[in-house]
């Protein structure tokens, strides 16, 4: 039913808030959940997380009443496939390129007559999940107004760190070449009428982009969240000499 509402809420108009684990660890992601995120990612591209670790990670995610989210390794339908099988509610895809992967990667995600997805997933939920490509690449932002227009994709979510190195700018929304693309992703989803988000891990950063029309927000990220805290406590405990 969770994530019934989430496909929903997702393709509806609201904005949804968020959380990244790529420490694989369930106590981590069951607190995460706890604190009325509406889904937690699993980063299987950067983080710690295998396949092994899917089944007792998105256990832990609904248990609190969110959803589970998988960002897959590679636009692959066996990575598609194998994340959706093993409880994810949607799929976040890198290194997708052009539209004409994009269409690839929306059949991955659905059974046929809509994609080609192989039925027999154990754990596989019975709402359609839900498609998000990333868009991080200067090819993928000039196929941009293709992809969104495949049926199936659900939304648009922003690497901002390789789509700087792509373009050759620093990693800053405020960069005078970085921010022009920013602002055309999100004018083209606001277009197509399909939610986006650019990628953050601290409230600040995600509050900027929620105003800049962002309905994917990501507010926090597990391990970056564990280092700003313990470097924090460490100033207040051990002040400079």
């Not at 969104?148 to 960069?175: K, M, Q, T, W």
């Not at 999100?186 to 982009?209: E, F, I």
């Not at 970056?224 to 406590?233: D, G, V, Y």
Request: aromatic residues 4%; hydrophobic residues 45%.
């Amino acid at each position: 039913m969770r994530d019934r509402m989430l496909g929903e809420r997702l393709t509806g108009g609201e904005t949804i808030y968020g959380g990244w684990t790529v420490t694989r660890d369930v106590i981590a992601v069951r607190i995460m959940a706890a604190v009325g995120l509406d889904y937690i990612v699993i980063d299987l591209q950067h983080g710690g997380a295998t396949e092994r670790e899917l089944p007792a990670l998105t256990a832990a995610i609904r248990a609190r009443d969110a959803a589970p989210v998988a960002r897959v390794r590679y636009a692959h339908p066996a990575d598609i496939g194998r994340a959706l099988d093993l409880g994810c509610a949607g799929v976040i895809v890198p290194n997708v390129e052009s539209a004409e992967q994009a269409r690839a990667v929306v059949g991955a995600c659905h059974y046929p007559p809509t994609g080609y997805r192989s039925a027999g997933g154990v754990l596989a939920g019975d709402a359609e999940p839900f498609c998000v490509i990333m868009v991080e690449s200067s090819a993928a932002l000039a196929d941009l107004e293709a992809t969104l227009a495949v049926p199936g994709v659900d939304g648009i979510y922003v690497g901002p760190r390789d789509l700087s190195y792509s373009l050759g700018c620093a990693l800053n929304p405020e960069d005078p070449v970085l921010r022009p693309a920013l602002e055309r992703i999100w004018a083209a989803c606001g277009s197509a009428g399909k939610p986006v988000g650019v990628h953050s891990a601290d409230g600040n950063t995600a509050r900027l982009y929620r105003e800049n029309g962002c309905r994917l927000v990501n507010v926090v990220a597990d391990a970056a969240a564990i280092a700003r805290t313990a470097a924090k406590e460490l100033a207040v405990a051990a002040p400079p000499v």
